[in-house]
């Protein structure tokens, strides 16, 4: 090769050491593949293109020739994430799961609709919010977004318990019946705790509005049976990332469980937003990844997503025993991979952050409930996704929460942290 490529093979080389081996990582949005998931996505699917849907026997979909092999692993990817969620309608083509929801607003809502949904202090996704695809969406060119209060007439967010951890489920009815919105949002990216999707999934068929569940970090979750299972308590699409507790490639999912009625009246906004909609082409090299990586959960994904619940509970538990506050401890910190440390008192969530980097320990600040400033949040967002699939339990879990909470109080523990880390290199749960 006449291009002299080792500069850039050198800092691939120095990624892949930092972050395998050395680093422990807790970032929530973040996982590890396996060598199969990681090594089928270099393949001659990289530079081709395959718009539309899979062709059929007799039946013409694709916009491109040359796709027949395409097709094959795109229908196995479907048939088998059906299998895996027990769902009736399933697009595989997101090329993420805010790609997933930015489909779902463009085949569905409209400038001057009505959304409910989740706030970003409240945990909800940026996505979600006035400067993410579901408040443009719904923006009328020349007018500003109205948010919250009585008189606005855009984006409202559902009503919370004291706690601020969980959605108030009478509150939000009530608030629904008010509104009349053309779509509710539940699920967020602080997500602790399920949501009650079938008490406001209930209320809304009456009224013949969609509940949006995403599931974008809760995704691997569902599918091991361990937080809950939005399809059958209502919800009327289910997107989701692909690579977070849902251990694969860089993808997203749109999954329904709809009747012939509700299939008819709401899949084919899902199938228009993807298609033109969102997405062109959708990085063909990941599809066959996303294949791999649910058949890895079809046999391993229950064992993993309740060792990763119980392994989110144990350093919850040990790190507010040090006297390193867990928010939610009234309930048991978490249902999920994710815990919510207040740094607060410490420096903040963006100074601890770089503080535990400078450790090894990679993880993310994040605002929490009440937080005003996403650039400077109490908190941080903690996820044992990653850390679980190479082995660690509950007991390595104590051993990393004294290292952290030694590195919050400015404790140089670099060394220990990477020992600790060369005892978990090897990938279970693949």
Same mark, same amino acid.
């Given at each position: ?70 097709d094959e692993i795109e229908t196995l990817a479907r048939n088998e994430i059906l299998e895996l969620f027990k769902a009736r309608q399933a697009d595989v083509r997101p090329i ?90 539940? !699920?967020? +990216? #602080?997500?602790?705790?399920?949501? %009650? &999707? ?10 013949? *509005? ?105 350093? !919850?538990? +040990? #790190?507010?025993?040090?006297?390193? %506050? &867990? ?10 991979? *994710? ?26 600040y994040n605002m929490l409930p009440g937080d005003e400033d996403p650039r400077n949040p109490s908190g941080l ?50």
């Open positions: 090769m006449n291009i002299d490529i080792h500069d850039i093979e050198e800092i691939l080389a120095r990624q892949e050491q930092w972050r395998q081996h050395q680093t422990i990582n807790l970032i929530a949005s973040e996982n590890a593949q396996s060598e199969a998931v990681r090594r089928v996505q270099n393949s001659d699917f990289m530079g081709r293109y395959a718009e539309g849907h899979p062709n059929e026997p007799g039946k013409v979909n694709r916009y491109y020739q040359g796709t027949r092999y395409i993420s799961g805010n790609a997933a929801n930015t489909a779902i607003a463009l085949g569905y809502l409209r400038g001057g609709d009505t959304v409910v949904a989740n706030s970003t202090d409240a945990g909800g996704h940026i996505s979600h919010g006035p400067v993410g695809v579901i408040g443009r969406r719904i923006q009328n060119r020349g007018q500003a977004l109205k948010l919250g209060g009585e008189k606005s007439v855009n984006l409202h967010y559902l009503p919370l318990t004291e706690d601020r951890y969980h959605v108030d489920a009478q509150k939000s009815i009530e608030l629904i019946d008010r509104l009349s919105p053309q779509l509710v949002i539940m !699920g967020k +990216s #602080l997500f602790l705790f399920p949501e %009650p &999707v079938r008490e406001v999934a209930a209320f809304c068929r009456t009224k013949g *509005i969609p509940l949006l569940y995403d599931g974008a970090h809760v995704l691997g979750l569902i599918a091991g049976g361990q937080f809950q299972d939005p399809l059958r308590e209502g919800a009327t699409w289910l997107t989701g990332s692909t690579h977070k507790t849902f251990p694969g490639p860089q993808r997203g999912v749109i999954l329904g469980n709809l009747d012939e009625e509700g299939e008819k009246k709401f899949w084919p906004a899902a199938d228009r937003g993807v298609f033109p909609g969102s997405s062109s082409n959708h990085h063909l090299n990941t599809l066959p990844a996303l294949l791999v990586a649910t058949r890895e959960m079809k046999q391993f994904g229950h064992d993993y997503a309740a060792q990763i619940v119980r392994n989110a509970q144990a350093l !919850g538990r +040990s #790190l507010d025993a040090l006297g390193t %506050p &867990v928010e939610a401890r009234d309930f048991g910190y978490t249902k999920s991979h *994710i815990i919510a440390v207040n740094v607060a008192q410490f420096g903040g969530g963006v100074e601890v952050a770089k503080r535990l980097e400078d450790n090894d320990i990679i993880l993310n967002r903690l996820g044992v996704s990653e850390m679980t699939r190479y082995g660690m339990d509950e007991q390595a879990m104590g051993e990393l929460a004294q290292l952290m909470h030694d590195a919050i109080h400015g404790k140089n523990v670099k060394d220990q942290v990477n020992q600790l880390r060369a005892r978990y290199l090897e990938m279970h749960y693949a």
